[in-house]
């Protein structure tokens, strides 16, 4: 611990670690070039790997140049942070192992599923670093520029009212226990199923009224992402099962890459309210919120129950776990991400000072733009390589 406490994050030691780290994303997606065009009936020397491993060398040291030109390299040296440094640091001992991994000990198919993964691993780190804006920026945001309950004429003021969705979270447990134990007495009583729904039911009705009836503040509107969780979950259950029978399911790629047009878009309500705030100076309503909370749990559904299958599905069985954990540190790496964007909307307001609504809301929107551009963008990759990694998982659904 003492030696941690000891780093200094010198402008040195961060460019040095971007540069590297840069260049280990340059081999990882050499590794997967490789493993999409190798021969295991004919074995290659390094030699005749290098013209190849070069290219890709050449193509990180050109990342590395637009970086510096644009400026990337300066925003990070500045706002870069111990965490970011560890993370990375714990990513690029990843990198390198699974790069000697898939080039020497597995075999064409294993290692096209293994870069197949790695790509769906990548739009859960770009996924997650827009999803955890919905704890900071969007957070700030909401608390300066957006009204904060949903329907003000229903909200109770006077008293303490008691919130109902305690009850329906005592419920939930309690209707699982008795229908388990109806379910051991009578196999095929209908009494559990409509036990379980009733309880689902009261919770989404407990859930609904506590929003509209209670005062919400900008932290407790973070409940919207779990309320539509709930919601849609059921919806997307039916919806998949649906479009499987039909044969009509989409591919594993191509949900992640909906998740990531539907992560990107959610910011495109954010941005509105804005330009509504700049435009009016007065505060925009919390309805672009919801909007945008939708949106995101519509890209959520896409990505992250596929995302978690892939990994058990698409790993060689003997490092799933380590592969698994791969994905969550991934989306760990994302959260210090987030914060590390969010940097880019920060408003010191002066004590005895009042904040501008109008350069708040004009940085607040750059970032919603920035943030929408890279999912779109992102979405737009992932859904053109998408027949490419369905034909890398080698049949697997």
Same mark, same amino acid.
């Given at each position: 611990m003492w030696g941690v406490t000891r780093i200094q994050l010198t402008p040195d030691v961060v460019r040095w670690t971007f540069y590297i780290v840069v260049m280990a994303l340059a081999g990882i997606v050499w590794t997967m070039w490789h493993a999409w065009r190798r021969d295991d009936a004919r074995t290659q020397g390094l030699a005749a790997q290098a013209p190849s491993l070069a290219m890709f060398v050449l193509l990180g040291a050109g990342v590395i140049a637009l970086s510096t030109r644009s400026g990337v390299l300066d925003f990070f040296i500045e706002e870069a942070t111990l965490a970011l440094v560890l993370m990375s640091v714990v990513f690029l001992a990843v990198g390198f192992?699974?790069?000697?991994?898939?080039?020497?000990?597995?075999?064409?198919?294993?290692?096209?599923?293994?870069?197949?993964?790695?790509?769906?691993?990548?739009?859960?780190?770009?996924?997650?670093?827009?999803?955890?804006?919905?704890?900071?920026?969007?957070?700030?945001?909401?608390?300066?520029?957006?009204?904060?309950?949903?329907?003000?004429?229903?909200?109770?003021?006077?008293?303490?009212?008691?919130?109902?969705?305690?009850?329906?979270? &005592? #419920? +939930? =447990?309690?209707?699982? !226990?008795?229908? @388990?134990?109806?379910?051991? /007495?009578?196999?095929?009583?209908?009494? $559990?199923?409509?036990?379980?729904?009733?309880?689902?039911?009261?919770?989404?009705?407990?859930?609904l009224r506590d929003a509209l009836v209670l005062p919400q503040s900008a932290g407790s509107l973070t409940y919207l992402g779990a309320m539509f969780?709930? &919601? #849609? +979950? =059921?919806?997307?259950? !039916?919806?998949? @099962?649906?479009?499987?029978? /039909?044969?009509?399911?989409?591919?594993? $790629?191509?949900?992640?890459?909906?998740?990531?047009?539907?992560?990107?878009?959610?910011?495109?309500?954010?941005?509105?309210?804005?330009?509504?705030?700049?435009?009016?100076?007065?505060?925009?309503?919390?309805?672009?919120?919801?909007?945008?909370?939708?949106?995101?749990?519509?890209?959520?559904?896409?990505?992250?129950?596929?995302?978690?299958?892939?990994?058990?599905?698409?790993?060689?069985?003997?490092?799933?776990?380590?592969?698994?954990?791969?994905?969550?540190?991934?989306?760990?790496?994302?959260?210090?991400l987030a914060a590390l964007l969010g940097k880019l909307a920060a408003i010191e307001v002066p004590e005895g000072e009042t904040l501008d609504l109008a350069h708040a809301a004009t940085k607040y929107a750059d970032l919603f733009m920035l943030l929408m551009g890279m999912g779109v963008a992102c979405a737009v990759v992932a859904m053109l390589v998408a027949p490419m990694l369905r034909r890398m998982m080698h049949g697997v659904k």
């Open positions: 192992w699974y790069v000697g991994f898939v080039t020497r000990q597995c075999s064409r198919v294993e290692a096209q599923r293994m870069g197949a993964m790695m790509v769906l691993i990548f739009a859960a780190l770009v996924f997650y670093t827009l999803y955890e804006q919905t704890y900071g920026s969007w957070v700030t945001f909401t608390d300066r520029l957006l009204t904060k309950d949903l329907v003000p004429s229903l909200v109770i003021r006077e008293g303490t009212p008691w919130p109902w969705s305690i009850v329906a979270l &005592l #419920l +939930a =447990p309690l209707a699982f !226990v008795a229908g @388990a134990a109806i379910s051991d /007495r009578a196999p095929g009583s209908t009494t $559990p199923r409509l036990m379980f729904l009733a309880a689902a039911l009261a919770m989404v009705v407990a859930l969780i709930v &919601l #849609l +979950a =059921p919806m997307f259950a !039916v919806i998949w @099962a649906w479009l499987d029978r /039909r044969g009509l399911d989409p591919s594993k $790629p191509t949900k992640s890459a909906l998740g990531l047009l539907f992560g990107g878009l959610s910011f495109l309500p954010l941005v509105f309210a804005a330009h509504q705030v700049g435009a009016t100076g007065e505060m925009a309503s919390v309805w672009w919120l919801v909007l945008a909370y939708l949106l995101l749990e519509l890209g959520e559904m896409c990505l992250y129950p596929v995302g978690l299958s892939a990994v058990t599905q698409l790993s060689v069985p003997r490092v799933v776990s380590l592969m698994m954990g791969t994905w969550f540190l991934a989306t760990a790496f994302s959260e210090t």
